[in-house]
Each structure stands twice: as structure tokens, then as C-alpha cells.
């Protein structure tokens, strides 16, 4: 994502859920280009670039005869 200008009115709050069974092992990384974590709400940042990187696996098989998707069996 690049942004010539970004403003935050308020601290933004962010939150990643992933749908369906299993136990999940995750890892997130985001790199950042003028703009600090936190942000500060109010302040005008210039010339921002963020690039996010998500990497998720199940960390094992689902039981059996669950897919995680509530309408396979219709």
C-alpha cells in the first residue's frame, strides 16, 4: 500500500481471524516506509508505504469428517 498522505483521527485497532477448524500456527511482518508503530492520531505522515506478509498452516489434520466448511454436507 502507498499513501502521499495518511492522517489517523484515532489509534486504529486491528484484528485477524481465520474461519473454519483446527489449530493454526501463524506469523505476520509488516514493513513500513514513514510511518512508526503506534501511530500518532492527528499527525499527517507523507510518502507511507506499509507492505503486510501473512503465512498461516494447520498445525494438524482437522478430525475426521470436518472440512471447516459448515454446508459440506448438503
Known sequence: MY???L???QEPRTVVRFPG???RESLSHSDRTHLPD???P???YQDVTVAY???T?????P???RSGDDDADE
Open 3 to 5: 499513501a502521499r498522505r
Open 42 to 44: 492527528g499527525h499527517t
Open 53 to 55: 506478509h501473512l503465512a
Open 21 to 23: 477448524t483446527g489449530k
Open 7 to 9: 492522517r489517523f483521527t
Open 63 to 65: 478430525e475426521a469428517g
Open 57 to 61: 498452516r494447520l498445525a494438524e489434520e
Open 38 to 40: 503506534p501511530v500518532i
